[in-house]
């Protein structure tokens, strides 16, 4: 079997396809060309091959002509070679005589005369003069700078009774013409090597060339205009992107110093590697300065210009992404509670309504899980992957509702945070915005939010440049809003904006089938908070039981806290148990758990009792502990409330509304 391996290529001399072969030109007007023809057999597979009768300034016009066509690399030898050299635009490679060459045109030389003379290009290499020293050789040394040249350093030889010329093809074919002996010094192996010369030289030029063609491309796609310098200020590469910026011809650029070019530039730019801020044509940039280290030369230079409103635009993005983190949706539609059909009418909205984009207003009392729906809303929309942005609409000042709501640039106002704010509508980009309270929302705010609507833009305060949002809006209240409108303190079009589809959320004491399902699912959360519950709650079956006696008392109730105020009940009875040694197994079970609530919520058992006053101070002198808590996490964490509301566990609605409730 073949080894597929063997037949690879080497990677240092990598093959090229047909279209791609090094192109190369061998240049001779003498009978070097006779050479060219003898070996360009050998190299046609390798090489995109033109042997080209023209020497000097036929061959230098022949060369420029070509274009794109252009060769790779040229060879020529003699005076030829080196006039090209200085002024061809691609390298040239000189065919050089070997000493083997030198020695074997001389002792040709010697048989066909007496008196022989060497002419070479240039000064005769010292190589050949001790080569000749040392056989004692009687050999006339000349040599030519040029074609013109040639002709009478040849004739002069002539005259000085030299028989026979040994030389390159131009010097050769003139003894000739002179009527002199003529012996061609360079050999096929000599031409063999500038061949092999100029194969390597053509492959890493081509190498050289794709790899300067990437590095362009990469160049031209970058957002941000670059520029590299040389030591002396001069431009080595622009992008065409900064070209525009600065109102200049990329091309024509290079090699012209930046400064002279874009004079308003001098002054500001960065002095040393790091960045500043500078104005072109009006718009203000962002300069980075980082050195452009090359070896064999003096360091240059690398400016980049980005544009100041991007980065802000980007360092907006990624500060809401951070914050988006912070905004998700815990709820989904199987933590609803309840197999009342007014529940069940909820969950049929809900799905109903998280297939549409339309604005949702929420009615319920507090308490009955306005939140939990929106958030379960969100959970089974397409937004499900975007954040779910709550606020609680007469939690905050009005100053400070606005700045969290509309957010604000760098400078708005005192205090206003470097680098300004994103508000939480833009923070719900392709989410949704939960605006909770909407009832408390001041008048001036009110119209924010309904441009912020009708637009789908918002302005940050501070700014006038609007930013677009795709948001999905649920609002929640537990007042009639049309009785706001009526005093005046809402604005009836908002009203109808909001408005657009609505769920109503049955307060508590309206399904009471829901108040023992409710009582078991949230005392087995409960249980599962607390550790010296564990294992004593085994599954719903065993809470269920244990609460069975309650659920009479529980319908006689009217709940005007709804499934919070449930939720804090079951909360103490929790505690209760856990704080019992064991739980009762019998009959004395009902009695048990009856004076246990009779404890943690008098009110509730006996709502007309004398221990009713007893009772509410009970409570109040849990929301104060409660109040005294938030108050001592708020100054343990610099005024921080998402920080509070991490480490309590509770969200900022339930943050606010905790101190509220003990004012
Ligand atoms: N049907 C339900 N099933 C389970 N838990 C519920 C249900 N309804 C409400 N809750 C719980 O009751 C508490 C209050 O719910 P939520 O915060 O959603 O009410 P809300 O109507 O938004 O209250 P407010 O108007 O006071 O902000 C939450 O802890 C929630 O988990």
């Not at 050949?128 to 009478?152: H, I």
């Not at 360079?186 to 030029?205: G, I, K, N």
């Not at 909820?346 to 297939?355: E, G, I, P």
């Amino acid at each position: 079997m073949s080894n597929p391996a063997a037949s690879r290529p080497a990677l240092s001399t990598p093959l090229f396809e047909p279209a791609q072969r090094p192109r190369i030109w061998a240049l001779s007007i003498s009978r070097l060309r006779d050479l060219f023809f003898d070996i360009a057999g050998e190299y046609v597979e390798r090489a995109d091959l033109r042997i080209v009768a023209h020497g000097f300034e036929d061959a230098v016009r022949e060369v420029e002509a070509a274009g794109t066509g252009r060769p790779d690399v040229v060879i020529a030898g003699g005076s030829n070679g080196a006039y090209l050299k200085t002024r061809v635009s691609v390298p040239v490679v000189l065919i050089g005589p070997t000493g083997f060459d030198v020695m074997h045109a001389l002792a040709r030389a010697r048989r066909d005369g007496a008196k022989v003379a060497l002419v070479s290009h240039g000064d005769t290499p010292d190589e050949v003069r001790r080569f000749s020293a040392a056989y004692a050789l009687d050999v006339t040394f000349a040599s030519y700078q040029s074609a013109q040249d040639a002709e009478s350093v040849v004739l002069d030889l002539r005259d000085r009774g030299i028989d026979v010329v040994v030389g390159p093809g131009l010097v050769t074919d003139l003894a000739a013409n002179a009527g002199m002996g003529a012996v061609f010094l360079y050999s096929r192996a000599s031409v063999r090597a500038a061949f092999d010369t100029a194969l390597e030289v053509a492959q890493a030029t081509r190498r050289e060339t794709v790899r300067r063609q990437r590095l362009d491309n990469l160049l031209q796609h970058l957002r941000d205009g670059v520029v590299a310098l040389d030591a002396q200020g001069r431009v080595e590469a622009m992008n065409q992107r900064l070209a525009s910026v600065l109102g200049l011809d990329a091309a024509n650029a290079v090699g012209r110093v930046l400064l002279e070019l874009a004079p308003d530039l001098a002054g500001s730019l960065p002095d040393a590697d790091g960045d500043t801020f500078c104005t072109v044509r009006g718009a203000s940039y962002v300069v980075h300065r980082g050195p452009l280290a090359s070896t064999g030369s003096a360091a240059g230079t690398v400016l980049t210009f980005q544009e100041s409103r991007a980065v802000e635009r980007l360092d907006r993005t990624l500060r809401s992404r951070q914050r988006v983190q912070q905004f998700s949706a815990r709820y989904r539609l199987a933590d609803i509670v309840g197999a009342s059909e007014s529940i069940e009418r909820v969950r049929t909205l809900v799905k109903r309504y998280a297939r549409s984009d339309a604005t949702v207003l929420i009615l319920g009392e507090s308490g009955t899980g306005k939140e939990m729906v929106a958030q379960s809303m969100h959970q089974l929309s397409a937004r499900r992957d975007f954040a779910f942005v709550a606020i609680n609409c007469g939690a905050f000042p009005e100053a400070l509702l606005e700045s969290e709501l509309f957010g604000y640039e760098e400078g708005a106002f005192t205090g206003a945070r470097k680098g300004g704010k994103a508000g939480l509508i833009e923070v719900a980009h392709r989410g949704t915005l939960f605006l909770d309270e909407i009832g408390e929302m001041p008048l001036s705010l009110q119209s924010r939010l309904l441009r912020v609507l009708q637009e789908r833009e918002v302005v940050r305060l501070g700014s006038t440049e609007p930013t677009r949002v795709d948001i999905r809006v649920v609002a929640a209240t537990h007042r009639a809003l049309t009785e706001g409108i009526e005093a005046g303190s809402f604005r009836a079009d908002l009203y109808y904006r909001l408005n657009i589809l609505s769920i109503a959320l049955p307060p508590l004491r309206e399904r009471p089938t829901d108040l023992l399902p409710l009582a078991v699912e949230l005392l087995l959360q409960a249980a599962a908070r607390e550790p010296r519950l564990a294992g004593r709650l085994p599954d719903a079956a065993a809470a269920e039981h244990l609460l069975a006696a309650l659920d009479e008392p529980f319908r006689r109730y009217a709940w005007p806290g709804n499934v919070r105020e449930l939720q804090n009940v079951i909360e103490r009875i929790a505690v209760e148990l856990a704080d019992a040694d064991a739980l009762p197994q019998d009959s004395t079970e009902a009695v048990f758990t009856r004076d246990m609530l009779r404890t943690v919520a008098p009110e509730i058992v006996e709502p007309h009792a004398r221990g009713r006053k007893a009772a509410l101070s009970l409570r109040e002198r849990s929301r104060h502990v409660e109040a005294d808590e938030i108050r001592a996490a708020l100054a343990a964490h610099d005024g921080d409330r998402d920080a509070v509301c991490e480490a309590l566990g509770i969200s900022k609605t339930t943050l606010w509304r905790k101190l509220n409730a003990a004012q």
